[in-house]
């Protein structure tokens, strides 16, 4: 936001004036079905297909709920699930651990740093999406970089690609930019005078900082673990590449059913509690995302 | 004063950074391997994985069509886009946030779910490995970039000089060519940038609705890694790093002579 408070005067003043009858009947009106194409395509790609995707959960081959109540019997199944939760969750807390310190630092460097380290957030986007996996096989495998600096040092080599730790390593370099961008943009507005002011009324460092510093910051925490967890909910491509037949998600095993087995009502159903539960969570997210975030503003 | 805190804290950034830059500071060399093979590190030095992409009809025919897919993609996601952030910024408050939340959706729908339901549509209407089925497809998933891009630059651009424009006489369509679009162009052109690289990169749904006929450059990199390990990939991701990199930087300094000026 590019508005400075001290111009909110003038401008409600000018609303005022470009609101009256007279100027009003020269002002654009303001026109809602300007946004129709864009629905239309919506419609079109999106929600008709989503559509079908949910129709045929619960018709193919038989009218009814067969198609999800073979997905939670079977043990296979609730394994996975339960996998795609615990890898977001284990992504989630890694991009955590990387972006708080990383944003926290952003904002106390001096212009060019910043600048640096800006660019190193926004570089890997430069790279394309695919190859950026490639490079993390690369990276990961048994002849690959970390295995030969392990062997450099004299530890002994560990296997990570095609295993779950792979997987996460790889899903946190994909997805760190989502959770450092939006915890720097909240620090950024965060008064830094408030530290020293603790610290004079007699506070420790590090209590200031945990009381005054880390709920201020929270507002952007909030934001990124979002995007970061339901984003990894549906990765597709990094875990295929990167994992192995134990460390399947619910994206492969939905693209199994479908492409290899034909089977469209059982990997609907899949696709159908993947989808479930992304909406859970945003609707369960969203209204406290919003109402942390009016408040630390008021506070600061 | 450098305390140790400080340190720590420096140390820890730069580990960071290097956990983000790993990838591309592994490709790039990856590129002029001398042989056949993604160990790490190459051995020896040669071009021929360049030479190969060029001359490769797999190759250059997936790299035009993605290329006219993504064209087409940044005109048509843009113009829809564009009209849909008006539509949003000035509808009432209320009616407003509900229409961005309904179009932002395409970005939080996990990327196979979208791909299984439009693969199933393009089935029955015989869009599968057609440039329409990509265009319909990538348009789709582009519009939130393009609209949350004006959207940003509609946010601070002042509407009574709409209204100065039209009470000294000027036309609806005259007053959005000569006052509010070329004011709001930087968010048009970085939403058109951020279509073409959806469209440019997009993987999930290319690989669904992909046909020998019709692969996208995506599809053929990732068809590439499953297949063998060929360092082409690593000779056609510097060259996209590279373009990214020229057309962002470009991008940039013409945004800061604007400024100046």
Known sequence: ?300 | MPSFSRIVLGLFCLLVAILLLAPTLVVIPMSFNGNKSLAFPPVGFSWQWYANFFSSPDWTTSFSNSLIVALIVAVVATVIGTLAAFGVSRAAARTGGLLRALLITPMVVPGVVLAIGIYAVYLDTHLVGTVTGFVLAHTMLAIPFVLIAVQASLEVFDRRLETAASSLGAGRLTVFRTVTLPLILPGVLSGALFAFITSFDEIIVALFITSPYLKTLPVQIYSSITRDADPTVAAVGTLLFLATSLIIIAGLLLGMRRERT
């Open chain 1, 1 to 300: 936001m590019t508005a400075t408070p001290d111009d909110g005067a003038p401008n409600a003043a000018a609303t005022d004036l470009a609101q009256s009858p007279f100027l009003s009947r020269f002002r654009p009106r303001g026109p809602v079905w300007l946004a129709t194409p864009a629905l239309f395509v919506l419609l079109l790609v999106l929600a008709y297909p989503l559509g079908i995707v949910l129709w045929r959960s619960f018709s193919d081959p038989a009218i009814g709920i067969d198609n999800y109540v073979w997905f939670f019997q079977s043990a296979v199944n609730r394994a996975v699930l339960q996998r795609t939760f615990v890898v977001a969750a284990w992504v989630t807390l890694a991009c955590l651990i990387c972006a708080y310190p990383y944003a926290y630092a952003m904002t106390i460097v001096g212009r060019n740093m910043r600048l640096a380290l800006i660019l190193c957030v926004l570089v890997p986007f430069w790279l394309s999406g695919v190859v950026r996996t490639l490079a993390w096989v690369i990276l990961l495998q048994d002849s690959g970089v970390i295995n030969s600096m392990l062997r450099g040092i004299g530890l002994p080599p560990v296997k990570l690609i095609r295993t779950l730790p792979g997987v996460v390593i790889g899903m946190t370099q994909v997805l760190l930019p989502f959770m450092i961008l939006p915890i720097y943009s909240v620090m950024k507005g965060i008064d830094t005078r408030l530290l020293p002011a603790a610290r004079s009324l007699g506070a420790q460092p590090w209590k200031a900082f945990l009381q005054i510093y880390v709920p201020l910051s929270l507002p952007g925490v909030y934001a990124g673990a979002i995007i970061v967890f339901i984003l990894s909910l549906g990765f597709y491509i990094t875990p295929a590449l990167l994992g192995g037949p134990r460390s399947i998600l619910l994206s492969s095993l939905v693209q199994n059913q479908v492409l290899s087995l034909l089977n469209w009502g059982r990997g609907g159903a899949m696709g159908v509690v993947l989808l479930v539960a992304t909406f859970l969570l945003l609707a369960i997210a969203a209204p406290l995302m919003r109402q942390k975030h009016t408040a630390s503003r008021r506070e600061v």
